[in-house]
């Protein structure tokens, strides 16, 4: 884990409060790395909150995003648990019923310079509260919300004869088709550059990035309505786990290479394949990180593609700060939560990342972000990705399945059968607490 200690003290300054102004270190955990750009800005905002309030001192934690839940979990179970911390949507049910998280109570309100709940609501994006909330109370504020498309290689397109914008595939017979122009090989027949991968290296959310639009395309989802059993066995997750097989078995896609690739964080952006599931953030980040070798003109995002080719689904996800349930220092966790949501152009200047508080799809800093209208479009076919109880285990069934039939060859109705088995039990575990 890396972990940096950033300390400014400012002097001379006035106006502040008594209780401010008393030395504090306040413990903050993302699982951004430190030298991305969210990252370096993440660093950026502890120095200003820092110099804004003398005396106190923010200590960053960066956790690896594979390694962060349960890292978190550990440094919670021994007693040493951060003030604030990073929350995913999918995860916050679970730390919400071990009671982690600290609700915004009239105290954090105030803390956050708002008067009532429905000043906290009107200062966010309609809907993007109610992941974080419990019956009355919301527990967190987003700092990260993202929207999930296609995102091609236009470069690559060229080289292959293809037409970026013409060619775009927009149904999965088109996708294929494309792919097997822009594979490359050597003269063995041995794949040296992939038309699409897959992101083994990643976490379950991942997996289910590719898995469960498809599902959504052909009306069904992973479990039913009241989210008691699981569907992925049925007709619709047979076909699209079948789907997702295809790009190794066309030889489009190296299982051996995706099985060592970092999908989208390094094999994307460097030209290692040439069609992602990507997020809004991407094209932005990827130019920033890699302006040596990403164009302008080198990365496009398009709709996910169909089966009818009509565009009708997206996947959203979302992060978000909460505090903990017994931190002493809950007024200064959430004002520093307040100060690092309340920034949203600044954010999409440097990162590309949607803050999503209200109006920020106004703000100077939307249009920078490369086909804004086009991932605003996008919302009308969204739906959040993976969300449903007991996310970390459920998700991890789905994760070794999908990496039992996409790895290992193993039988697809089989396997998920399997699936469903363990997952209905886990699903009924929780039923009984």
Known sequence: ????????????????????????????????????????????????????????????????????????????AAGDAPDILGMSYRNFSEFHDNRILSPIDAQALRSMGFSTVNDLKAAYSPGVLDPYR??????????QFNIYAYIINAKHFREAGLDPAKDA?????????????????????????????????????????ELEPVIHDLGSSILNNDRTEALI?????????????????????????AAGLDYFNQGFPTGKFSMIVGGNWGIP?????????????????????????????????SWAWVVYARST?????????????????RNLIETGDIV????????????????????EQQLQFARPLANFPRYSRVADVLKKAMEEILLLDRDIQKTLDRAKTNIDAILQEGKKK
């Open 356 to 375: 999503p508080r209200a109006g920020w799809s106004q703000t100077e800093g939307a249009r920078t972000v490369p086909q804004a209208a086009f991932w």
């Open 233 to 257: 066995n049925n007709e619709a997750g047979v076909r699209a786990m079948k789907l997702v097989k295809k790009r190794f078995e066309l030889g489009v896609s190296d299982k051996n290479i």
């Open 329 to 345: 220092k809950k007024d200064l966790a959430w004002r520093f939560a307040n100060f690092l949501t309340s920034q949203p152009s």
């Open 169 to 209: 595939p927009k149904t999965w017979d088109e996708v294929f088709h494309v792919a097997q122009k822009l594979v490359q090989k050597d003269a063995s027949g041995r794949i040296t550059r992939q038309a699409l991968s897959f992101p083994f290296t990643h976490d379950a959310a991942w997996f289910l990035l």
């Open 1 to 76: 884990m890396k972990t940096l200690t950033l300390a400014l003290v400012a002097v001379g300054a006035i106006g502040l409060a008594v209780a401010t102004a008393q030395a504090q270190t306040l413990t903050w955990w993302h699982h951004m790395p430190l030298e991305g750009a969210q990252g370096k800005l993440f660093q950026k905002y502890a120095t200003e909150f820092e110099a804004a309030n003398p005396g106190v001192k923010i200590e960053i934690h960066s956790v690896p995003p594979t390694q962060y839940f349960t890292m978190l979990s550990a440094t919670l």
């Open 285 to 317: 980040r990827w130019r920033k990180e890699y302006a040596a070798t990403v164009g302008k003109d080198d990365l496009l995002a398009i709709p996910y593609p169909t089966f009818s080719g009509k565009p009708a689904v997206a996947s959203t996800t």
């Open 134 to 143: 419990v019956g009355d109370s919301f527990y967190a504020v987003p700092w």
